[in-house]
């Protein structure tokens, strides 16, 4: 790698850590570029240089963190390709899904907060379905099987999930990613038992 290209790469993490640091402090709305660069200690140009405005640093800091999760989702979702894979699989795919969500857990409780851009939630949720459904048109069982509409299918799965994750991070991640992963099996177990004809 290029010296240059790995000082483009410092600038922008240390553009990045000044910028989440700021955000945990202050309201994004409040925020100036004036507070990242002085943050940052580089000028408005190196700022200008790699990023068009705070919205544009925004966008690519929210899709670094999609991007991250989201290639976990895939690991997870690729292996469970019938429900004997699934029943097998869940415990240990889950458990590496909630260490990557408790990694990020400090930048997703900031962006989740009211010091996050308005919206984030729906973004993030998105995001995540979007991931599912792609990797659920990949997965010939769920293609001939599946006997409700897709799109509600996504929705339960992708609201489900999303809401166990912000109440954990709600609780301060009060649970271990195993704890956490005991907890999901056992809901889904429940339901499953819940709604199996007697």
Do not use: C
Not at 25 to 40: H, N, R, S, V
Request: avoid cysteine.
């Amino acid at each position: 790698m290029s010296r240059y290209i790995e000082k483009n790469k410092r600038t922008k993490a240390l553009i990045t850590e000044a910028f989440i640091n700021i955000m945990s402090k202050k309201t994004f709305d409040t925020i100036t570029i004036g507070d990242i660069t002085a943050a940052a200690k580089i000028n408005r140009g190196t700022f200008y240089l790699h990023y068009l405005d705070k919205f544009d640093l925004l966008d690519k800091v929210e899709q670094q963190l999609f991007t991250d999760i989201g290639n976990h989702l895939d690991e997870l979702q690729a292996r469970y390709a019938t429900p004997a894979t699934f029943a097998k699989e869940q415990e240990l795919l889950a458990a590496s899904l909630f260490r990557s969500i408790a990694t990020q857990s400090p930048l997703l409780k900031i962006f989740l907060s009211d010091h996050g851009r308005a919206g984030f939630h729906l973004r993030f949720k998105a995001a995540f379905a979007e991931k599912v459904q792609i990797n659920l048109s990949k997965n010939d069982y769920y293609q001939q099987n599946l006997n409700v509409p897709l799109d509600y299918f996504i929705a339960f799965i992708t609201s489900a999930f999303l809401g166990l994750i912000e109440q954990w991070l709600q609780n301060d991640l009060d649970q271990t990613p195993m704890e956490l992963t005991t907890l999901y099996i056992n809901i889904i177990a429940f339901i499953q038992k819940k709604i199996r004809p007697s």
